[in-house]
């Protein structure tokens, strides 16, 4: 298993975007797994939200497709997620994992990082 870390979260208005980030420990390298976003609110349990495979082929669940991109950057290997045209309802905390199709690989996860919509 891979050391993440999620970064790049804040509290933004409904419409307005963000740009979350995941890395991994030193060493690992994230382009060998398909790779994946998640997300929890409060109360509820955690969701898929978008995966990219090792050959940058995406998948979004249904409430965030048009709206959020995921993306490779394999100089600073990292998996990024940009979120646009956001809704309260977007309110989580996001989370990266590896990805077995749009369920997670590894049992362990980050810190993840906090994203509030509200206005």
């Known amino acids: 298993q891979v050391q993440l870390a999620e970064s790049g979260g804040g509290s933004v208005q409904p419409g307005g975007s963000l740009a979350l980030s995941c890395t991994a420990a030193?060493?690992?390298?994230?382009?060998?797994?398909?790779m994946g976003w998640f997300r929890q609110a409060t109360g509820k349990e955690r969701q898929f939200v978008a995966s990219?495979?090792?050959?940058?082929?995406?998948k979004y669940a249904d409430s965030v497709k048009g709206r959020f991109t995921i993306s490779r950057d394999p100089v600073e290997n990292t998996v990024n997620l940009m979120m646009g045209h956001l809704k309260p309802e977007d309110t989580a905390v996001y989370y990266c994992?590896?990805?077995?199709?749009?369920?997670?690989?590894?049992?362990?996860w980050g810190q993840g990082t906090q994203v509030t919509v509200s206005s």
């Open positions: 994992n590896a990805v077995v199709g749009r369920l997670p690989r590894w049992d362990d």
């Open positions: 990219i495979s090792w050959d940058r082929k995406t």
């Open positions: 030193s060493g690992h390298i994230l382009t060998n797994y398909n």
